[in-house]
């Protein structure tokens, strides 16, 4: 089902291939940060989170980096594989205290075999 | 595996009609959100709780849109009326949200199937 607007930017990785995803977010006092996968007619699942006080944090196969002067966020994916395709959102809580998590726009992952 | 649950999966309805969404959250979770999602707005925050309570509404058109937390094992959205501009996917998503002092919030969301509505 669609879950994403029709101009949607993609990203095609060749399997195998590592992936990078970016992300830029408004607000400067936004103190946290998570990615998330979103797979057509699904939920989006969490990936991977970071604080402000990072700049970088790694997980499996996946590393989030994080660039406060430039207000930036990347998402590296190691050797990407055919269930890595989906929709990647990234997340900003732009007020401390609140939980208002505000979502980009998202970008589409297509991996080739 | 502890999920969060959404029903309905599909609504069809005709514009003028009750629409009535549930959400069961994940069990221990203290924040429940309630997101859209359309193609050309993307995910859309309308409303979450924390421990029950109503934190934020702003982003939810009041005068046919609320949401409630009954008890903490159920959050509903009503529509009404519903019109075709409100088709879309609705998500909930439940989370434990911790504030650590002066330094914010962390917190996981996990989301649920979402219900996908379509107003005639």
């Known amino acids: 089902g669609e879950s994403v607007g029709l101009h949607l930017p993609t990203l095609s990785v060749q399997e195998g291939d590592n992936s990078i995803i970016n992300c830029a977010y408004s607000n400067s006092a936004s103190d946290y940060f998570i990615w998330y996968k979103q797979e057509s007619g699904k939920g989006p699942q969490f990936i991977i989170d970071?604080?402000?006080?990072?700049d970088k944090r790694q997980g499996q196969r996946v590393t989030v980096l994080l660039n406060k002067t430039v207000k930036h966020l990347s998402l590296q994916i190691a050797a990407t594989q055919p269930g890595d395709s989906a929709v990647y959102f990234c997340?900003?809580?732009?007020?401390?205290?609140?939980?208002?998590?505000?979502f980009g726009t998202g970008t589409r992952l297509k991996v080739l075999a | 595996d502890a999920r969060v649950t959404q029903t309905p999966r599909h609504k069809v309805t005709e514009m003028g009609q009750e629409v009535t969404m549930r959400c069961q959250p994940i069990l221990g979770h203290n924040t429940v959100f309630w997101y859209r999602q359309t193609m050309m707005q993307g995910l859309e925050l309308l409303a979450y709780?924390?421990?029950?309570?109503?934190?934020?509404d702003s982003g939810m058109p009041k005068d046919r849109f609320s949401a409630e937390m009954p008890d903490a094992t159920l959050a509903t959205l009503k529509i009404q009326p519903s019109e075709p501009r409100d088709s879309a996917v609705y998500f909930c998503?439940?989370?434990?949200?911790?504030?650590?002092?002066?330094?914010?919030?962390?917190?996981?969301?996990?989301f649920g199937e979402g219900s996908r509505l379509t107003v005639l």
């Open positions: 970071i604080r402000s006080n990072m």
């Open positions: 997340a900003e809580n732009p007020s401390s205290g609140t939980y208002k998590y505000i």
């Open positions: 998503a439940s989370g434990l949200v911790r504030t650590r002092g002066a330094r914010g919030n962390t917190g996981e969301l996990f």
């Open positions: 709780f924390r421990n029950r309570a109503p934190l934020d």
